[in-house]
């Protein structure tokens, strides 16, 4: 248990970990697994939350900063908080209205949407009650006409981007789904792509993903689309470095919050090397284990345009629809704005490496040296 929270599912959620425990409360089991799971041994799913107890915040004092902006700007879009909404396959497996509630939740902090390829409900009813940036997160199929219509049905529908995932050649190993046998419940398909035998999602993937996958697919992309293209799924440096010379528009640093490759890092130990990398050239966002405010405020420290976050939706929407949604986008916001304050930066300009220090390295830090603390050895960005 982390910090000062009742054991069992709060009435009143306070906290994202409160919503977490209210849906886990609601959800039945396998469902649950699906959702909370990760690959094999889940060591990398736990080491995505487990990095950020690694990192202190540096506060600055009497800065006037009592009253932070939380504003962005990112592909051409304001945003009016460095948080949006990660790509989660079927919201209908925990609530009847699916995407579409949490279209609605996240419309009432203005803040964007990354709808899954498996949504469980229709592109442009989604898009017909969105208030913010939307985005469609794209699986590429063997079928390339079938990934291209949901392309151009987004595009149609008024999607800002194409989010297109590059860590699944296939479906990590995810062993609780395996013990499990899970199997999607009836009435729970994906609402924008036809065929059948969705129901396990593990073998359906091993089917219709293209295996073959290659960077060509960018120049394929760019063939049928003229959005702008967002690879989510860049761990290395390289990786990232290919990314902005084959003509993506940002990255987002993700591995899959832990459901591909189990035994990869955890993204914000990737994160300071991989803006290094990237030297600019695109935004980097980054996704994976960001549950608190605080946690918001160490990425955008570490170079991050802006977080993605996916279980906790799933939570808010379990527990309450569209309000559950609006509550956890709503204290992440509020936490974002809390440790802004306390941190002693107005704006997300002002935010950079000096604020954040690496637990381990604090006591060897000659006090002056606190303004800029070296963080995570260079060894460890390397791929
Ligand atoms: C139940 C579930 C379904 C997911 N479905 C997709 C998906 O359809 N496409 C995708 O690119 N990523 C998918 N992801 C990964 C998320 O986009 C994101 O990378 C990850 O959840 C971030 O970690 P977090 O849950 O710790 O915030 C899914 C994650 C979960 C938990
Ligand atoms: C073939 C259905 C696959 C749904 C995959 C959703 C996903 O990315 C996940 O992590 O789960």
Known sequence: MRGAEPADAPDEAFTL??????????LPPAIWDFIAG???????????????ERLWLLPRVLTGAGRPITGIRLLGRDWPAPIGVAPVAYHTLVHPEG?????????????????STFAGT???????????????????????????????????????????????????RRLRDVR??????????????SGDDFASPAGHAAV?????????????????????IVLKGI??????????????????????????????????????????????????????????????????????AAVLVGRPVLHGLTAGGADGV?????????ELQDTMALTGVDSLEAVDRSLVAQREQLPHLPLAGLGTPPLLPDAAWRT
């Open 17 to 26: 970990a409160d919503y977490e425990r209210r849906a886990r409360a609601l």
């Open 38 to 52: 990760g690959a094999g041994e889940e060591r990398t799913l736990r080491a995505n939350e487990a990095a950020f």
């Open 99 to 115: 995407e579409i509630a949490t279209a609605r939740g996240a419309a009432r902090a203005g803040l964007p949407f990354v709808v």
């Open 122 to 172: 229709v592109l442009e009813d989604i898009a017909a009650v969105a208030g913010g940036p939307l985005w469609l997160q794209l699986y590429c199929f063997r079928d390339r006409d079938v990934t291209r219509r949901l392309v151009e049905r987004a595009e149609h529908a008024g999607f800002e981007a194409i989010v297109l995932t590059v860590d699944a050649p296939r479906l990590g």
């Open 180 to 193: 499990n046998d899970f199997r999607l419940p009836p009435g729970v398909a994906p609402a924008n792509i």
């Open 208 to 228: 219709a993903f293209d295996p073959a996958l290659d960077w060509s697919v960018l120049s394929w992309l760019r063939s049928v689309s003229g959005l702008p």
């Open 235 to 304: 761990l290395g440096t390289s990786d990232a470095r290919r990314a902005v010379a084959a003509g993506a528009d940002a990255i987002v640093v993700s591995n899959h919050g832990g459901r591909q490759l189990d035994g990869s890092p955890a993204t914000l130990e990737m994160l300071p090397g991989i803006v290094a990398a990237v030297a600019g050239g695109v935004p980097v966002l980054i996704d994976g284990g960001v549950r608190r405010g605080v946690d918001v405020l160490a990425c955008l420290a570490l170079g991050a």
């Open 326 to 334: 609006a509550g956890v986008l709503g204290i992440l916001l509020d």
